[in-house]
T-cell receptor, first 113, second 113 residues
Framework: EAQVTQNPRYLITVTGKKLTVTCSQN?????MSWYRQDPGLGLRQIYY???????DKGDVPEGYKVSRKEKRNFPLILESPSPNQTSLYFC????????????FGPGTRLTVT | GENVEQHPSTLSVQEGDSAVIKCTYS??????FPWYKQELGKRPQLIID?????GEKKDQRIAVTLNKTAKHFSLHITETQPEDSAVYFC????????????FGTGTRLQVTL
């Protein structure tokens, strides 16, 4: 089954404790991205990657890191989480040159206390 | 970069009525405009899209119209049903580039009985 998976789905953590949210897709998509969703602000892109070892900042990259060592995986790293990073996070992937339908993961609800 | 504005932010209609959600975009070069539906607690999913060489596209009870001159596009849902209740996001992108998919801030549609 074609899908984007994320883990964990829910996470409560404390300020300053490093965490990683994993994202994996099995559709051989080149393009992957991370969004955060906050009430009234829609979906804002954090980082994106056009292919292995190619990443770039989105609209709200501060406080986040990403890596793309393999085509299928695109982890999101919060080195020192803060309460303003409490949000719902979505990973997404798509092909670069066909259709442009973007497939979203199930979301990770992160709470930083 | 691209900027997408979406209105209204909330919309309540009675079952069987029509609903219209409107978006405007800033970059006249954008040429692909998808709409995503996000049910409560779920991930966004593509419901319909339109390319800039088409003025209207229809799929059963949903349709999208595009006015390139005015740089706006709209989602039309006819004969609304309770299962249409969700948050709807419009988006815009210039295909074939490294540009990101820019989302509107979302419209919460409530279909009442």
């Amino acid at each position: 089954e074609a899908q984007v998976t994320q883990n964990p789905r829910y996470l409560i953590t404390v300020t300053g404790k490093k965490l990683t949210v994993t994202c994996s897709q099995n559709m051989n998509h080149e393009y992957m991205s991370w969004y955060r969703q906050d009430p009234g602000l829609g979906l804002r892109q954090i980082y994106y990657s056009m292919n292995v070892e190619v990443t770039d900042k989105g609209d709200v990259p501060e406080g986040y890191k990403v890596s793309r060592k393999e085509k299928r995986n695109f982890p999101l790293i919060l080195e020192s989480p803060s309460p303003n990073q409490t949000s719902l996070y979505f990973c997404a992937s798509r092909f670069r040159g066909q259709g442009y339908e973007q497939y979203f993961g199930p979301g990770t609800r992160l709470t930083v206390t | 970069g691209e900027n997408v504005e979406q209105h209204p932010s909330t919309l309540s209609v009675q079952e069987g009525d029509s609903a219209v959600i409107k978006c405007t975009y800033s970059d006249s070069a954008s040429n692909y405009f998808p709409w995503y539906k996000q049910e409560l607690g779920k991930r966004p999913q593509l419901i319909i899209d339109i390319r800039s060489n088409v003025g209207e596209k229809k799929d059963q009870r949903i349709a999208v119209t595009l006015n390139k001159t005015a740089k706006h596009f709209s989602l039309h849902i006819t004969e609304t049903q309770p299962e249409d209740s969700a948050v709807y996001f419009c988006a815009a992108i210039l295909t074939g580039t490294a540009s990101k998919l820019t989302f509107g801030t979302g419209t919460r549609l409530q279909v009442t009985l």
